[in-house]
């Protein structure tokens, strides 16, 4: 059994949802104490619980503590099945960081799945669902995983009620030297039970910021009704990308801004990938056959705490140099 530190490094959710999915893959049970120890509201919020009992019933595990404000669990994973899964977080839980711990697990899986997730699809904290889609999802393409992503409708806070369907096909990782793609900036810019007007003015300030700049972007815009309300804008440009939420109060303007702000700032960097995307394929590339190498404009604490977690169960596996993460992975697994 491996134990591990919920509170390391960030101490945030990731040290768990990395522990379920890599439980999963290996066979090796854990204990995790001190989950979100030092967070507002420590322990198992909605949205990890509902990944928790995700890879539970994927696995047939066996589980302590898998309740509400709980901080500690035991997990004992039996082995992969595929079939139709339905999470329903019944809050604005993130389907993103959800997929996180179940998108590895279901590459292995002894045939195809089908996720159908409930929750926020655009919400802060974690990755907007065009971010996982047009980014992470490509990347792990490059890989070889075998894995689509369709956005049904959207899940703002504090309603939710957005809804991904998520298809996935076993598939073995392949490492790979990421190399630069299209320098093509694309975006979509949406909004729900609120004027069009706001999504328009939303891609219309990114544009102008960014022609000002010299680059040019082909923003879809989108407007539909839903069970939440709000807005959002996410743009990406090869492995890199922007995004930014609306909120009452806050002008379209302001979102559009702070969208192309942040996604200059990172193309400002030399780096491949930016410091979301530098994160989240660490997993992918330690489950991987052979070596992952890329660059990265950050190593941030977040990734140190998924390195961390990666090596508490397959032992030295990234050698990071600068903004270099060279991974080599175990697979196949």
């Known amino acids: 059994m491996i134990t591990i530190d919920g509170d390391y490094g960030e101490g ?9 999915a890599l439980s999963a893959i290996t066979g090796e049970p854990f204990l995790i104490k001190n989950i979100r120890k030092n967070r507002p509201n420590p322990g198992l919020r909605p949205q990890h619980l509902n990944a928790v ?41 993130s389907v993103t960081l959800i997929l996180q711990a179940i998108i590895p697990p279901a590459l292995h899986s002894d045939s195809d799945c089908e996720f159908v997730i ?11 669902a065009d971010y996982f889609k047009n980014i992470t999802l490509r990347a792990l393409r490059e890989m070889g995983g075998n894995v689509r992503m369709e956005i049904v409708r959207r899940g703002y806070y504090p309603e939710g009620g957005g809804k991904v369907v998520v298809r996935t096909q076993p598939s073995q990782l392949r490492g790979v030297k990421f190399e630069g793609i299209d320098e093509e900036i694309r975006g979509i810019s949406h909004c729900s039970n609120l004027p069009r007007h706001v999504a328009e003015r939303q891609a219309e300030t990114v544009k102008r910021i960014l022609e000002g700049r010299g680059y040019h972007a ?12 709000g807005s959002g804008i996410t743009l990406w440009c090869g492995w890199k990308g922007g ?15 702070e969208a ?9 960097s030399e780096a491949l990938f930016d410091r979301w995307l530098g994160d989240q394929m660490i997993i992918f590339g330690a489950i991987a ?30 050698e990071v140099k600068e903004n270099t993460l060279e991974i080599s992975g175990k697979g196949p697994m």
């Open 12 to 20: 945030g959710g990731q040290i768990l949802r990395i522990s379920l």
């Open 53 to 93: 009992n995700a890879l539970a019933e994927m696995t047939s595990a066996k589980v302590r503590g898998n309740r509400i404000n709980s901080t500690e669990l035991y997990f004992e994973p039996g082995e992969i099945k595929g079939g139709r899964y339905v999470v329903d977080t019944r809050t604005a839980g």
């Open 118 to 128: 409930t929750g926020g699809t655009d919400v802060s904290w974690s990755p907007t």
């Open 218 to 229: 082909d923003i879809d815009v989108k407007r539909e009704r839903g069970v939440s309300t």
């Open 243 to 257: 995004s930014a939420l609306g909120k009452k109060g806050k002008r379209a303007e302001v979102v559009g801004k």
């Open 260 to 268: 192309a702000d942040e996604l200059l700032q990172e193309m400002e």
């Open 289 to 318: 056959k052979g070596k992952t190498r890329y660059t990265t404009s950050e190593i941030t604490s977040h990734c140190r705490t998924g390195i961390y977690t990666v090596e508490k169960f397959l032992g030295s596996t990234v």
